[in-house]
């Protein structure tokens, strides 16, 4: 008996799966940001981060995410006074 061989998924199903979602539920927003599931559903409910309703899922455009990204607030380098300070409270 010879083992049994599995044909190959039809061309058009490999294609679409290499294809990255442009919508990404909060679990994979957050993993794709690299924060909590909390940081991007509060971002939600207070209306910084534009999601939709699709069904009884929340999805975030990858689009959206990456401009609420880029327009968190930057770290400002720490000053040298600043630094002194730690160093001697520690």
Do not use: H
């Amino acid at each position: 008996m010879g083992v049994p061989q599995q044909s190959a998924p039809p061309a058009s199903a490999t294609a679409e799966s290499l294809l990255p979602p442009r919508g990404l539920r909060i679990v994979q927003a957050a993993r794709y940001a690299g924060v909590s599931t909390w940081f991007i559903r509060q971002a939600v409910w207070e209306g910084r981060l534009k999601a939709r309703r699709c069904g009884k899922f929340v999805i975030i455009l990858r689009d959206e995410l990456d401009w609420f990204l880029e327009n968190q607030p930057l770290v400002e380098p720490s000053s040298a006074a600043w630094l002194a300070q730690r160093r001697n409270a520690a």
